[in-house]
């Protein structure tokens, strides 16, 4: 019964670590009671507008009241128990932070924070989360990866969902006098009911950049495309990719033993285990992706979809016209996310297909080397000057 029950949990955890994003379907409209802080400036152009008091279900008419302490919970102490998986140490790092992250490593949305940290070259401690028994987030009300804890003079500022995450770190980075609780708060939690009258919290304002008065030479306009397109990469390119790596039988299994190496699965889970991850999960994204299929409305040949999507991502940096990333000469939080939500499946025959077959290779190979080389840095050392000459 115990094996019969860790199956039953594997298998509904397999389903949410690959399939968790992709639903398309955008969070009702409603209203909260914590926008009274003048941070938003210009960048919360719409926010005021967009968040209505209540959505009412047909299930359940019964507004859903939101609390103005609705913000990202502080930790008086680490969670007992947790062992750090590894270390990621960049001698250049010059933030101080101490962060620590809890992740699936092949997961998207945690590939997209790596890619944040690693750019601008900000070391960072790794949990890896047990997707069987998660008893690494058992500590944590929110039970989706990644988690961030930030250690602060008051405890550990935890952060959940990794678009929040980045939109936090992005702002504190480039803020001279505001600590990191301080921007945290800025990202309160919404609740809303859902079209079946469930409730349900969603981090309404979670691309949005909190730079008070400093834009750092940047219009809205450019701003505003940045978002648009965070939100693109979540909201459209990652559906296109369980389609794609699941796509068969054998890619399914091949992509299994990818996640299995990468994650150091023999490592973390008994010989049995593994064995089932691999096999049955396999097993189950191959049908399960069918229906995703079905849901994104993708093309029969899945692989076009995908080639289609990063071939417009290339169109729309060149229509730009002022240089190799949407950033311009430098990438920017834009092309961190598409170049995040692609590296989760690198190891894939996807990946290898999409790399000969689409327009992306250029770009994504001269974005590898902005990650791996950490060559955002010297921008995150310019605000980290800037912080100890106010302090």
Not at 220 to 233: C, F, G, P
Not at 265 to 279: A, G, Y
Request: aromatic share 12%; charged share 25%.
């Amino acid at each position: 019964m115990a094996h019969l029950n860790k199956y039953i949990s594997l298998l509904r955890n397999v389903v949410k670590c690959n399939g968790r994003f992709l639903s398309t379907r955008p969070p009702p409209i409603v209203k909260a009671s914590f926008l009274s802080n003048p941070v938003f400036v210009g960048l919360s152009l719409g926010v005021g507008g967009t968040l209505g008091y209540a959505y009412y279900s047909a299930i359940n008419t019964e507004p859903v009241y939101n609390e103005m302490g609705n913000t990202q919970p502080i930790l008086k102490s680490f969670p007992e128990g947790i062992t750090v998986s590894r270390k990621v140490r960049i001698p250049e790092d010059t933030t101080g932070l101490k962060i620590t992250l809890f992740q699936y490593p092949t997961c998207p949305f945690c590939c997209k924070v790596r890619a944040f940290l690693d750019y601008y070259g900000v070391s960072y401690d790794i949990v890896e989360v047990n997707a069987v028994l998660r008893q690494q987030i058992r500590w944590s009300s929110y039970k989706k990866v990644p988690i961030l804890l930030v250690q602060t003079p008051n405890g550990y500022q935890q952060m959940n969902d990794s678009s929040m995450i980045v939109s936090c770190l992005a702002s504190y980075l480039s803020e001279t006098n505001v600590g990191v609780e301080e921007v945290a708060s800025y990202f309160p939690e919404t609740e809303y009911r859902d079209d079946d009258g469930v409730i349900k919290k969603e981090i309404m304002n979670r691309y949005f950049l909190m730079l008070n008065d400093r834009m750092n030479g940047r219009s809205v306009k450019d701003i505003m495309d940045e978002r648009k397109w965070r939100k693109w990469a979540d909201q459209t390119l990652v559906h296109t990719l369980s389609p794609n790596v699941y796509r068969t039988k054998e890619e399914a299994f091949q992509a299994f033993e990818w996640f299995s190496e990468v994650g150091e699965w023999d490592k973390h889970f008994s010989s049995w285990e593994r064995w089932l991850m691999v096999n049955v999960g396999a097993y189950a994204m191959y049908f399960i992706s069918k229906r995703l299929k079905k849901r994104h409305n993708l093309k029969d040949e899945v692989r076009q979809s995908l080639y289609d999507e990063c071939n417009l991502w290339v169109k729309t940096i060149e229509a730009r016209n002022n240089g190799p990333y949407f950033g311009g000469q430098r990438p920017n939080l834009a092309d961190l996310a598409v170049y995040g939500v692609l590296s989760s499946i690198e190891g894939c025959e996807a990946f290898k297909d999409l790399l000969g077959k689409s327009r992306i290779r250029s770009w994504y190979e001269k974005m590898k080397t902005n990650v791996t080389n950490h060559l955002g840095n010297e921008y995150v050392k310019h605000y980290a000057n800037q912080k100890a000459v106010v302090g």
